[in-house]
C-alpha cells in the first residue's frame, strides 16, 4: 500500500476524465453522442488490451463467469456514457459533473433495494443534504432566479444528467456484483466492447462523417478514456476507498476552470453552493461505507467511472 501513489493516481485519473468529457464537448455541435460514444469505447480497446497484457491478465483472466452480469453491466454503463455525452453538449461542463455525483446517492438506494444493505442514519442523512444539493444545481434551469433562463434544450440536457447519474448507478451496483466472480480487467474490458456494440445501434439517428479536428478530438477521447480507466483502477491498488474517493470530487474544480476559459462558462452562485453540498454529503456517504465495511466498494469503484 502507497497512499500517497494512491492518491497521485486518482487526482491524475479525475484530470484524464475531465479533459476525455471536454474532448467530447468540444465536438458536440457536430457529432451525435452515440458516435462519441463509439470514438470513446472502441478506441479504448487496444489501450486496454495493452494494460491487460502488461499485468499477464491477457486473454487468460478475461473468462467471464457470469455472461449476463457483463451484459447487464455493459447495457446500464453505456445508457451512462451516451446520456452523459448529450448532457455535455447541452448544459455546462461544471454542471454536468455537478449533476454527476448523485450517483453515489443513487448507489446507496439501489444497493439498499436489491443488495439488501441498510441505510442507517447517517448515510440517510448525507443522501438528502446530497439530494438537496442538486436541487440546488438544477434549480436555475427551472426557475427564473438565474439571469440565464432555462430553455427546452438545457431541461433536456438536464434530464439526460439525471439519468446518466442514475445509469451509472445501476452500472455500479451490477459491477458490485460482478468483483464477486470477475477480475477488474475482465469488467473493464467487456464494458468497452459492449458499448462499443451498443454504441451502433445509433447510426441511424444520424451519424456524421467528422472532420479532421473533430476526428483527432474523438480519438483523444478514447485514448484519454483508456488511460484514465488504467490509472483510476491501479490508484484502488495502492490505497483504500475511503483514503482516495473523496478526490473525486476535484474533478469540479478542473471543469469550472475548463469550463470558464475554454466554452466560457461561469458557474452561479447556485450551482457552487449545491456543488459544496454534494461533495460533503458524498464524502460522508463513502466514509461511512467504509467503516462499515461494506465489501466490493474499492474494486467496483474502480471498475466503474464517472459515466467515462
Request: net charge positive.
Amino acid at each position: 500500500m502507497n497512499p500517497v501513489k494512491g492518491i497521485f493516481l486518482k487526482v491524475l485519473s479525475v484530470f484524464v476524465f475531465v479533459m476525455m468529457f471536454s474532448c467530447v464537448k468540444a465536438t458536440a455541435e457536430v457529432v451525435p453522442a452515440g458516435e462519441a460514444m463509439f470514438f470513446r469505447s472502441f478506441i479504448a480497446i487496444p489501450v486496454l488490451i495493452g494494460w491487460l497484457a502488461w499485468r499477464g491478465e491477457f486473454p487468460g483472466r478475461l473468462k467471464a463467469v457470469d455472461p449476463m452480469g457483463h451484459v447487464w453491466r455493459g447495457m446500464m454503463g453505456s445508457c451512462a456514457m451516451g446520456l452523459g455525452f448529450l448532457a455535455v453538449g447541452l448544459l455546462p461542463l461544471p454542471e454536468v459533473v455537478a449533476i454527476g455525483y448523485t450517483a453515489p446517492f443513487m448507489v446507496t438506494i439501489l444497493a439498499a433495494m436489491f443488495l439488501g444493505e441498510r441505510i442507517r442514519l447517517v448515510r440517510f442523512a448525507a443522501l438528502l443534504l446530497g439530494l438537496f444539493g442538486v436541487f440546488l444545481v438544477v434549480l436555475p434551469r427551472f426557475t427564473d432566479v438565474d439571469a440565464a433562463a432555462t430553455t427546452q434544450v438545457q431541461m433536456i440536457g438536464v434530464f439526460a444528467a439525471l439519468m446518466a447519474a442514475v445509469f451509472s448507478a445501476l452500472a455500479q451496483v451490477f459491477a458490485r456484483k460482478l468483483v464477486a466472480t470477475e477480475s477488474t480487467g475482465a469488467i473493464v474490458f467487456y464494458f468497452s466492447c459492449m458499448s462499443s456494440l451498443l454504441s451502433l445501434f445509433t447510426l441511424p439517428f444520424g451519424w456524421r462523417v467528422p472532420d479532421f479536428a473533430a476526428t483527432g478530438l474523438l480519438v483523444a477521447s478514447g485514448l484519454l478514456g483508456g488511460i484514465g480507466q488504467i490509472l483510476l483502477t491501479e490508484s484502488y491498488r495502492h490505497a483504500e476507498v475511503a483514503v482516495i474517493a473523496p478526490f473525486e470530487y476535484s474533478s469540479i474544480l478542473l471543469a469550472v476552470v475548463i469550463g470558464y476559459f475554454i466554452f466560457n462558462e461561469i458557474p452561479t452562485p447556485f450551482m457552487l453552493l449545491g456543488v459544496s453540498l454534494i461533495v460533503i454529503a458524498g464524502v460522508v456517504i463513502i466514509l461511512r461505507e467504509q467503516r462499515l465495511g461494506i465489501k466490493g466498494v474499492p474494486r467496483a469503484k474502480a471498475a466503474v467511472p464517472n459515466q467515462g
